[in-house]
C-alpha cells in the first residue's frame, strides 16, 4: 500500500499541552499513524510551558520570522521541530510569542480568535516553506477549522497545496469558536468571507466550527453514535443543519485507549499491578486509595470513583440530587477528583463534610490519583449530559472498575448494560438525564456488587474488552486513503 502525507493540526498534543482528550487523541494519532509508515506531520502552538519543558526544540531552516498577515497586524512566526516520541514523525511548533505567550492555553482575551488564525495559516505558509505536499490536512476542532474554506480560496491555485483534501474531527461540538463579525478582516479577504455563512454574518457572528464542517471534504466525531446525536438532536448546539447539509460526509470513529499509559498490569502510577485472572492487586489499590484519602470504609463496602472537568456536560446536577439520599440509604464510599465549576466543588466539599470517612473529594489536576482511582475503585461513575466519546469508561473497564454511564455518545458505544440473566455486559447504562435513573442505576450496580459471582463476571467481561488504537486506527487510515 502507498506511503500517505497527512499533516495534523491540534492546539493541544501530549505530551507538549493538554488540557483534555483532544491531546490525548491528537497524539495517540500521530503515534500510530506513523507506526503504519505514513508521513504525518503535526503542528501545535508553541506554547509558554511547552518552551520551557522542551528546550532543546530546533528551529526549521528557511522557516524563521516569516511575515504573516492576520487583519491589520504583521505577526511573524518561526517553526521549531523535533520528532514525536516513539515515532519519526515531526511535530512542527508554530512560535508566534506575540499570540501565543500567555497563561494559558486557552484565553478569553479579545484576539483569542486571531491566536488560532495565525495557527492555521502558519501550518499552511509552513508546509509551502517545508516544501510539503500532504494528501489530507486532519484538523481538529474550532481552532483549525478555517484550514477547509483557505484551501478552497487562497490556496486554490497554490502548486503544492492545492490537490490537498481536509478532515474535520469535531471532539466537543459545545466548543465553536464563534468570533464577532468584524473579525472578518482577520479571518481574510473579501474572497474568503464571501463563503462565510452569510445568515450569522448578518446576525453578527462569524462561526469558525460551522465553516469548518460546510467546506472540509470529510467530517468526522469521536463516536458513531454522537455523531447521529449532533445531527438528529439538540445535541448539534445549533450545527444540526448544517450536518445534516453533509450527512454522506460525517462519520463516527471510537476513540482508543493508550494501553501504555492505562493498563493495571504494568500501569507505572500503580504500586501493585493485577490482570482479570488475578486481582488481588486491585484491592492492595483499594486500601491504598482508602488509606491516601482518609475514608473509613471497610474494603469489603463498594467504592465509587469519579475523576472529571467538573462542568454541565459531565451530569454532576444529577448527582447532586441523587447522592445525598443514596449516601443516607446505602453502605459505599465515593472518591472524587475534579475541578471546575464551584457550584459543583461546593457540593462535593459539602458532600464530603458531611459523610466524612466516606466520602472524599480532591480538587486540582493530578494524574497519579487519576489512575489510583481507576485501580482502586469497584465502580466508576460518569452520568454525562453529553460525551463526544469519554475516555474515563474505557480505562475503568481495563481495571475492572464498573462503568455506570448515561446512554449518550461515546459512552453507549463502548459500555453494555449488564444483564444478569445471560451474563453479558460490562456496565451499568441508564437512559433519562434524570435523578431517578441514577438513582436506580446507582442502586442496580450496588446489588450487582453484593451478590459476588455476578461482579466476577461483570470484572471478567470488562476487562476483557480492547478498544486500543491498534483497531481504531484502522479507521482514520480508511478514512485518510479515502480523501487521498
Ligand atoms: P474531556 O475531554 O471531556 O475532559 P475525556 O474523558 O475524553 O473527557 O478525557 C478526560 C481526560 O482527562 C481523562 O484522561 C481524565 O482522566 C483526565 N482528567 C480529567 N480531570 C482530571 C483531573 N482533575 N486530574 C487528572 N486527570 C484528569
Redesign the pocket.
Known sequence: MSVLKLCLLSSEIVPYA?????A?VAGALVRNVSALRHDVRAFTPLYPIVRRNYPDLQPVLGAQRVPLRIGDTEYGFSLLTCAYPGSDAPVYFVDCPALFDRPGLYTNDPDEHRRFLLFTRATLEGCRRLGFSPQVFHCNDWHSAFLPLYLRTLYASDSLLARAKSLLTI??IGYQGVMPSAAAADVGPASVWALLDQGDFGRGGINALKTGIRHAHRVSTVSPTYAREIRETPLGMGLESALRERTDRVTGIL?GVDYQAWDPRHDPHLDAHFNPEDLRGKLINKEMLTATLGLKIATSRPLIGM???L?E??GIDLLMDALPDLLQARDFGLVV???GDSKYSGFFESLAQRFAGRVSY??????P??HLI?AGSDIFL?PSRY???????M?SLRYGTIPVVRNTG?LADSVQHFDPGTGRGTGCVFNDYDAPAVRWAINTVLDWFAIPSIWAQLQRNAMAQDFSWTRQIQEYEALYRGLA
Open positions: 493538554k488540557t483534555g482528550g483532544l490525548d471532539h466537543n476513540n475523576v472529571t472537568r462542568t456536560q459531565k477528583l475534579g475541578s480532591r480538587t486540582g489536576f493530578d494524574e490519583l487519576a481507576e460518569m460525551e463526544p466519546c469519554g475516555l474515563n469508561q480505562y461515546g
